[in-house]
């Protein structure tokens, strides 16, 4: 195996995961330069259910059933056109104590509904970054203003005294438009958070 083609990969999402979740079904998307053209498997080939290529050859789709996989990493081996193969490691992790009995929200529920951006800005290291087009501009109403999750986590005791039991954000997902991207409906990267509004 040669480890100096792990390189190849630039990323992976999700970048772990969960063993004994209901659904033990788990698509991965691996994205390197031409990835697409590699042949992958694992020690226990049944475990992968299908390989998805797309029109872009630098993303490939693995799904494997994590109920066949019998160890907490997975040893994904991919082999290029040369013959030449590299290891990529994959890890299930195991779930928390009794996280499956966790009571969701139902009808009963009292539901906020709340927008990022528009909601607290509990960090102003975060209003602007290098990476996206759309810069922090509190005086333009259709800009961003900077909220984020640290100003969600800050308000959580005030949004508890409105009797308040569930949160619904807006999404959280990377919007690199170059205006009105505050909303992140026009989302650039479904497997990111927009870095404006933190972690």
Same mark, same amino acid.
């Given at each position: #195996? %040669?480890? /100096?083609?792990?390189? +190849?990969?630039?990323?992976?999402?999700?970048?772990?995961?969960?063993?004994? #979740?209901?659904?033990?079904? +788990?698509?991965?998307?691996?994205?390197?330069?031409?990835?697409?053209?590699? @042949?992958?498997?694992? $020690?226990?080939?049944? $475990?992968?259910?299908?390989?998805?290529?797309?029109?872009?050859?630098?993303?490939?789709?693995?799904?494997?059933? =994590? @109920?066949?996989? %019998?160890?907490?990493?997975?040893?994904?081996?991919?082999? +290029?056109?040369?013959?030449?193969?590299?290891?990529?490691?994959?890890?299930?992790? *195991?779930?928390?104590?009794?996280? /499956?009995?966790?009571?969701?929200?139902?009808?009963?529920? =009292?539901?906020?509904?709340? #927008?990022?951006?528009?909601? /607290?800005?509990? %960090?102003?290291?975060?209003?602007?970054?290098?990476?996206?087009?759309?810069?922090?501009?509190?005086?333009?109403?259709?800009?961003?203003?900077?909220?984020?999750?640290?100003?969600?986590?800050?308000? +959580?005791?005030?949004?508890?005294?409105?009797?308040? =039991?569930?949160?619904?954000?807006?999404?959280?997902? *990377?919007?690199? *438009?170059?205006?009105?991207?505050?909303?992140?409906?026009? @989302?650039?990267?479904?497997?990111?958070?927009?870095?404006?509004?933190?972690?």
């Amino acid at each position: #195996m %040669n480890t /100096a083609l792990n390189t +190849l990969i630039q990323r992976i999402e999700p970048p772990f995961w969960f063993s004994g #979740m209901h659904n033990p079904e +788990l698509q991965i998307l691996f994205y390197g330069i031409d990835i697409g053209q590699c @042949q992958i498997t694992i $020690a226990n080939s049944t $475990a992968i259910i299908n390989v998805k290529r797309t029109e872009n050859p630098n993303f490939i789709f693995v799904t494997i059933d =994590t @109920q066949k996989i %019998n160890t907490n990493e997975i040893d994904f081996i991919f082999k +290029l056109k040369n013959q030449s193969t590299f290891i990529q490691k994959y890890e299930l992790r *195991e779930r928390r104590k009794d996280s /499956a009995s966790r009571k969701s929200f139902d009808s009963s529920d =009292t539901i906020y509904l709340l #927008m990022p951006d528009r909601f /607290a800005n509990g %960090n102003r290291n975060n209003d602007n970054d290098s990476n996206t087009i759309e810069k922090y501009n509190r005086e333009l109403p259709g800009g961003r203003h900077g909220g984020d999750i640290e100003g969600i986590i800050q308000n +959580l005791d005030y949004i508890q005294s409105l009797g308040v =039991t569930a949160i619904w954000s807006t999404p959280l997902c *990377e919007d690199n *438009e170059a205006e009105f991207s505050y909303h992140s409906y026009g @989302q650039s990267d479904v497997y990111k958070i927009d870095p404006r509004f933190g972690t």
